[in-house]
């Protein structure tokens, strides 16, 4: 069921979007494959549904002038917002329901705003399970899906190439903007101490953007505390004879009830950077500790939760991430270890260390928070390797 934005445009998947996302990452989803094979045939009463993927960090005129002329031109209306599982940066400043609010607002004069629908698009670390995750909210029957987007980067190509291929038409004329416009440039501007930001970017974006800007300026100057907090300690490490990494190791523990409902273990940030965002309990690598030893260390430290070394606990191989622009405080590599629960009630746990706060959240809620770094593409990669490994072994 669609949630409707209280006094604004357009509609957002709320519940039904969790539903797609753990569809999407499920054995239940259709291969994508075989979804390509069930394109019918076109006729001229079928349904036109348009898709646009972007990040809208933050939505911008051109933006604007797309999602236009797609609700004139199609029955309904994706808006395919990227990046709702992130934790606020420079890049990505805005969760995904600031917005919804600043497009809502933008299309509320448009006739038949109704049409729009926003859809949740979480990063992940790997292109096939985001490819997944966009195909559960791509229908194939007696439907003509319809792409919009512009080509203007390799990163913008990239995924308009393969996205085409789940579609049966491409708006070849949204394939070049009508004026160089980049959401680069706005966030640089709204971050910049110039008195006269505001000028500068007015003309780029709509009013209810700009509006928007002028009155969360508490979002840039919490996101620039964390990064000159994360700067002031990287200091630390300059006398360092050659570049520091750091290795971590994280506790993804997934607790399955007899009711077959699965309950994710996070914990809510006591400290910065990105205070009071949920994690996944875990920290840094002692000296004289193996990698899985330090994740059931910090598990144990942060939530109170004992699993020991050698107990029959059913666990995958660890998720690494190393990417090098996971996190702000510098060079830091993750191993993810996955534990499996089948508990009779749900553990008792109690937050400590660097935690202020430890739940046991259902998986369908959990794939829709907000997370610190990258823990949501971690959780996300280890929810579609666990149902990989499950359907190999069955």
Not at 34 to 52: A, D, E, H, S, Y
Not at 107 to 132: A, H, M, S, Y
Not at 167 to 192: G, H, I, M, N, Y
Not at 364 to 369: N, P, V
Request: proline content about 5%.
């Amino acid at each position: 069921m669609d949630v409707i934005v209280t006094g604004s445009g357009g509609s957002w998947l709320g519940d039904n979007s969790a539903e797609l996302i753990a569809e999407a990452l499920s054995s239940k989803t259709v291969p994508i494959e075989q979804r390509r094979g069930q394109r019918t045939k076109m006729t001229n009463n079928i349904k036109v549904v348009g898709f646009l993927m972007l990040r809208a960090q933050p939505l911008h005129n051109e933006h604007l002038h797309i999602i236009q002329r797609m609700i004139e031109e199609c029955d309904e209306v994706k808006l395919l917002i990227g990046s709702t599982n992130t934790a606020r940066t420079r890049r990505n400043p805005f969760t995904f329901n600031e917005r919804v609010q600043m497009i809502s607002e933008s299309i509320k004069g448009f006739q038949e705003n109704e049409k729009v629908k926003f859809c949740r698009v979480p990063d992940t670390i790997t292109d096939e399970t985001w490819l997944q995750v966009v195909s559960a909210y791509v229908e194939h029957h007696e439907v003509m899906n319809k792409l919009y987007g512009c080509s203007k980067d390799k990163s913008t190509d990239y995924y308009l190439q393969a996205l085409k291929e789940h579609f049966w038409f491409f708006d070849e004329r949204t394939d070049k903007p009508r004026v160089e416009l980049d959401a680069t440039f706005v966030r640089d501007s709204w971050f910049s101490p110039n008195d006269n930001r505001y000028d500068e970017i007015k003309h780029l974006v709509p009013d209810a953007v700009l509006q928007f800007l002028m009155t969360h300026e508490s979002i840039a100057d919490e996101i620039l505390t964390d990064q000159l907090n994360a700067e002031q300690k990287k200091k630390v490490w300059e006398v360092a004879p050659y570049p520091v990494t750091f290795t971590c190791a994280d506790a993804l523990v997934i607790a399955t009830l007899p009711d077959d409902s699965n309950h994710v273990l996070l914990i809510k940030r006591a400290g910065r950077p990105q205070l009071g965002l949920w994690a996944l309990p875990g920290g840094h690598l002692d000296q004289n500790e193996t990698l899985l030893n330090c994740a059931l260390r910090e598990l144990k430290e942060e939530t109170g939760l004992e699993l020991k070394d050698g107990d029959e606990v059913p666990m995958v191989d660890p998720i690494v991430s190393d990417n090098p622009n996971r996190s702000i405080r510098g060079r830091y590599v993750t191993h993810m270890f996955e534990f499996a629960l089948f508990p009779e009630t749900l553990p008792e746990i109690k937050a400590a260390d660097d935690a202020v706060e430890a739940v046991w959240v259902p998986l369908e809620q959990a794939l829709l928070l907000d997370y610190f770094e990258d823990h949501g593409l971690l959780l996300v990669e280890a929810v579609m390797k666990s149902i990989i490994h499950q359907e190999f072994t069955e």
